[in-house]
Each structure stands twice: as C-alpha cells, then as structure tokens.
C-alpha cells in the first residue's frame, strides 16, 4: 500500500497554495476536494485578489487548478467520510488514513486539513422544507433562475452584499435583511448597494419563517416592513455566515477553538504530530477569512511540513 509523504484534505485556496509548494519541495503528495465545492466558486467577483481586477469565483478556482495541474499533481474528486491515526508496524510510526465514498484509504505520514466552512443555517420554520423550491445558500448557483421575480438575502457580510447586487442582475427586487445596522460589509460595497435602486435595505429585522407549500411564496419577519410582519416573494438567500467544516477531524483530537475553528500555531501546525490546517478552518490570520489568507496560510503549512518531515 502506497504512504504518501502528505495528503492535502480540500481543494480550496488553502489546499492548492500548499500543493504548489509542496510540489516544490518535492513531496510525493496528492490532494482531496473537489474545486467547485468551496466557497470561492460561491463568490460571483471576486475583486480583492492581487493581480485581478475582477474575475469569477469559478474563473478563479480553474487558475488555481491549471497551476497545479502543471506539476502533475493528482486531484482526487471524492468526499473524504473519515480520517483516522493508526499505528502502522512496517512503517514504524503512525500513519494517517482517509477513507473516501468511493471506499477507497489513501495513507500519508503527514495530512494538511484545509477543508474550509460550510453555510451557516437559520434554523428558522420553512428552511428546510422548502431548500431548492426556493431557500438557496448559494446566489451564485441558483441566482439566475430568480429572473423578474422577487427576493430576499439574509445576512450583512461581504458575501451578503454580493449576492444581493448579483440578483439584482436578475430579480425585478432584491431585500436585504440584516439582524443589525449598519452593514458589516466593505463600505465600498455599502455605497454599491445604497446606489443601486432595486436593493432595499431592512435592518434590525430577523426572518422567522419561510412560507410556502412547493414554492416559496413569501416570509415573516420579527419587525414589521411597509405595515406588515410578511413579504411576499419567489426566494430567500441565506447568507448568514459559515461554520467550519471540523466535524471530520474530531476522532484525531485536534484542538478547536470555542467558535470550532482548529487552533493552529505560526507554522501551521496543530496539536497532533503530522497534522496541520490551513485556511478558512483555523483559527489563523487574526479571523480575516479570505483567499489571500488561505494562500498564505497553505503556503506556510507546506513549509512546515517539508521541515517536518525532513527532520523525520
Ligand atoms: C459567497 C462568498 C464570497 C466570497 N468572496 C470573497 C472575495 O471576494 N474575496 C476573498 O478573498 N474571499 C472571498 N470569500 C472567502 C473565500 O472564498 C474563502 O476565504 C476561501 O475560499 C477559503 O479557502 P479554503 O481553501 O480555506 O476553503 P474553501 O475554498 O472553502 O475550500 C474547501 C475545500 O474543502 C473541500 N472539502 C470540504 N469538505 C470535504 C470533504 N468531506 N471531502 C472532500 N473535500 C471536502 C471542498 O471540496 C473544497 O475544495 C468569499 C466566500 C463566499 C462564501
């Protein structure tokens, strides 16, 4: 059986700068994840990333996937369901195996977990009842279907406030509700959404419930909006910010933070011995959860563990 020096979980940012340098460093490794499953190919412009003025998420995420491509590096598109440490004899230390859905182990004597966040839920009456008949967590996926229709984006982020200026490429009337005010997006997309005339702001409101039988038809709010506590409309976007995918790694015992975020020191190492994380999953980078610090996050890790495993 195969032991790769490393496997990279995740095929986000995080996952493909480390790839880039490890391949670099020459360690025999391969990545997990699928480009289109993280959250940049969720992002309609990205606008902040050097060198790009303005491109598509999925724009971006085949760049990255053609860089790596070039060292030959093997991607493997599957669903990792379980990661486990296991004392291997004939190695003589322990090794690291990923199972897949597919059935399959991969083995490695170090692993990079960069497996990013996943949406955060309301958890409000309606919301999963009516999850693609209308409820989305991903404008950028299923914006287009909401051409001339009504709706409504949950949420005050920068991923917020570029949904709701994305459907309002499509929708005839885009809400934007946020629990606070103001906004906690970039000022520059604040004055991008106060310009533009089919986005209509509800602050200090919450979405309670999501009505609808097959379709969504309209939500209740807990403040009321125009003189009435419901708006009628086609879809509700829900972009209420992330958690972090860590679910996975909780039988190796990595240290999380109270929020859940794996707690990483400066060299992207965690408290087991050959496991690192890098990007939207950890603790790093003072919170700023972005590309920028994924890439850099994915690029120090790799560094450690070439050190690391050289050393071994
Ligand atoms: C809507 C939106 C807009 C954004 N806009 C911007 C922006 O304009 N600028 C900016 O800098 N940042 C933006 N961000 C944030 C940015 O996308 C993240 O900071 C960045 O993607 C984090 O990279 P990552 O590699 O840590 O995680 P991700 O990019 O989320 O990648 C996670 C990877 O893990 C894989 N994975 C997860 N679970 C499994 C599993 N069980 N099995 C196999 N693979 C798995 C996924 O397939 C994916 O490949 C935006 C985010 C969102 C949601």
């Known amino acids: 059986m195969n032991i790769y020096d490393l496997i990279i979980l995740g095929a986000g940012p995080a996952g493909m700068s480390a790839s880039i340098y490890a391949s670099r460093y020459k360690i025999n490794h391969i990545i997990i994840g699928n480009i289109f499953d993280g959250s940049v ?5 990205i606008e902040n990333w050097l060198g790009e003025k303005s491109i598509k998420g999925t724009d971006l995420m085949m760049k990255f996937n053609d860089h790596i491509k070039d060292f030959g590096t093997n ?3 599957e669903d990792i369901v379980e990661i486990k440490e296991e004392e291997n004899v004939e190695f003589g230390r322990n090794v690291f195996n990923i199972k897949t859905n597919n059935n399959k182990t991969y083995r490695s004597k170090s692993i990079l977990i960069a497996l990013g966040t996943k949406h955060r839920k309301l ?3 309606g919301e999963e009842e ?27 982020s920068n991923s917020a406030a570029m949904a709701s200026i994305m459907l309002s490429e499509h929708a005839d009337k885009v ?22 005339k089919k986005i209509t702001i509800l602050y200090n ?11 969504v038809k309209s939500i209740e709010l807990d403040n009321e909006y125009d003189s009435s506590k419901e708006i009628k409309l086609d879809g509700l976007f829900i972009e209420a910010g992330s958690v972090p995918s860590a679910s996975l790694v909780k039988e190796l015992n990595v240290n999380v933070n109270d929020s859940g975020y794996i707690i990483i020191n400066s060299n992207g190492a965690t408290n087991i011995e050959g496991v690192y994380a890098a990007g939207d999953i950890t603790n790093g980078s003072n919170g700023l959860r972005q590309i920028v610090t994924a890439v850099s996050e994915g690029a120090i890790s790799a560094t450690s563990i070439y050190k690391y495993l050289k050393e071994k």
């Open 205 to 215: 409101t919450n979405v309670t419930k999501v009505l609808g039988e097959n379709r």
């Open 75 to 77: 991607l493997i598109v």
């Open 175 to 196: 809400y934007l509700i946020y629990r606070k005010k103001p906004l906690r997006c970039e000022p520059i997309m604040t004055d991008r959404i106060k310009e533009n």
């Open 41 to 45: 190919a969720k992002a309609h412009l």
């Open 123 to 125: 958890n409000i009456f």
């Open 130 to 156: 009516l999850l693609g008949k209308g409820v989305s967590y991903c404008a950028v996926c299923d914006g287009a279907f909401f051409k001339n229709k009504i709706v409504a984006v949950v949420g005050g």
